[in-house]
């Protein structure tokens, strides 16, 4: 297992153990920040269907987080966070998830927009309106 972020090669598959021991950040959760080294670890999870996450080319549209009702950029902290993650010069690092404790690296990215409202189903299956970021790997 590689020992820190410099030495994880993109494509490396780890689980949340060896995500969380790497960049210090919480165990579960589609944004996961870790203070000490000031970044947010995004998961892609293709397979769950509450999030339309979704690669068009070479971006990826990333939903905010939040199961019921209309999401907000401040609440939770998770979406707050993400929303100010320049100003807070924070990186973002992003992992898609395979199957359960099993998850890809794909490495650094960033918002290449401003994040913009579109309507998606809830976990009641009722319509809501969600944020979605457009985000593309660093080269």
Same mark, same amino acid.
């Given at each position: 297992?590689p ?10 598959i ?14 579960e ?10 970044l ?6 293709p397979?769950y ?9 070479d ?15 401040e #609440?939770?902290?998770?979406?707050? @966070?993400? %929303?100010h &993650?320049k100003?807070?010069? *924070? ?9 359960p ?7 650094e ?8 409202q579109?309507?998606? #189903?809830?976990?009641?299956?009722? @319509?809501? %309106?969600? &944020?979605?970021?457009?985000? *593309?790997?660093?080269d």
């Amino acid at each position: 297992m590689p020992k820190n972020i410099d030495s994880l090669e993109i494509g490396t598959i780890l689980n949340n153990k060896e995500i969380t021991e790497i960049f210090h950040c919480q165990y579960e959760g589609g944004i996961r920040k870790s203070k000490k080294l000031n970044l947010l670890v995004l998961i892609n999870d293709p397979k769950y269907g509450l999030y339309q996450n979704r690669w068009e080319e070479d971006t990826l549209y990333f939903t905010a987080i939040g199961r019921t009702g209309d999401q907000t950029l401040e #609440k939770p902290w998770q979406n707050r @966070e993400l %929303n100010h &993650y320049k100003e807070n010069n *924070q990186k973002l690092y992003l992992f898609e998830k395979l199957k359960p404790s099993h998850y890809e690296y794909k490495g650094e990215v960033e918002a290449v927009d401003e994040p913009f409202q579109e309507t998606q #189903k809830d976990a009641e299956d009722k @319509e809501r %309106n969600v &944020y979605v970021f457009p985000l *593309q790997l660093v080269d």
